[in-house]
């Protein structure tokens, strides 16, 4: 099955530093993919969408300065966030979502990666 | 490999019928969490799950959590076309700090 792989998975970082998370479809390309936060036991918070080729769509309240998300093929998106921040560390997820259109998947299958834990220290 | 195994992968059915989707964990969660995914959008959160046993309804949709924290349904009454969408299961293993494993998600197709 299509599989995503997040890296890393666990990352601690000075505040002050930048911190980059990749996302990867492993064998499937990923026209869309997305990225979310989460606090500890609250649900996903999407933070934005990001389009192969194209500038991320940030969610309302998401600083686009301070999380970076670069998606430069159909398989990699990167979020990087930066001068981070102790309020910063949190459990980031992404997903991507199969380009085909051939049914059942409609273009809408999506898949998620493990998720990344960032301490900022 | 997948931590939480979700099924069926798609399920179609009438408008009016029932539809559940399954998830089981090889080991104890913390917690089951839902989403769900409507065509073209992003998952959405549903409902969460903490003690053994937990039922809760949201309106046409049953939500369970098995005895042992290993297991957990949802279940829709007479479904409608506003129920089209993917059904995601996530859960914690143990600290809610670590990792959400997810399911692959049920996609549910209604037929009017």
Redesign the interface.
């Known amino acids: 099955?299509a599989v995503v792989s997040q890296h890393p998975?666990w990352v601690i970082c000075k505040s002050g530093t930048s911190v980059k998370i990749e996302c990867r479809s492993l064998d499937f390309q990923a026209t869309t993919m997305?990225w979310y936060r989460?606090f500890?036991?609250q649900?996903?918070m999407?933070m934005a969408?990001s389009n192969e080729g194209s500038k991320a769509t940030y969610e309302q309240g998401v600083e686009k300065d301070k999380f970076l998300i670069n998606h430069a093929s159909l398989t990699l998106s990167t979020l990087t966030v930066t001068s981070a921040h102790p309020e910063d560390s949190s459990?980031y997820?992404c997903?991507a979502r199969v380009s085909s259109n051939s049914w059942?998947s409609?273009g809408?299958?999506?898949?998620?990666g493990?998720?990344s834990?960032l301490t900022v220290v | 490999g997948?931590q939480v195994m979700q099924i069926p992968q798609?399920q179609h059915v009438q408008e009016g019928e029932d539809f559940t989707t399954y998830c089981n964990s090889s080991t104890t969660l913390s917690?089951i969490?839902w989403?769900k995914?409507r065509?073209?959008g992003?998952?959405v959160?549903l409902i969460?799950l903490v003690k053994s046993g937990e039922v809760k309804k949201q309106k046409r949709l049953t939500f369970q959590f098995g005895e042992a924290k290993k297991n957990s349904s949802l279940h829709i009454t007479a479904t409608q076309t506003t129920d089209v969408g993917?059904y995601?299961c996530a859960g914690h293993r143990g600290s809610?700090?670590?990792?959400?494993?997810?399911g692959?998600?049920t996609?549910l197709?209604v037929w009017p």
């Open positions: 099955g998975s997305f989460q500890p036991k649900s996903l999407l969408t459990f997820i997903s059942p409609s809408n299958t999506i898949y998620f493990e998720g834990w | 997948q798609y917690n969490q989403y995914q065509p073209g992003h998952p959160f969460q993917t995601f809610t700090l670590g990792r959400l494993y997810f692959r998600g996609q197709t």
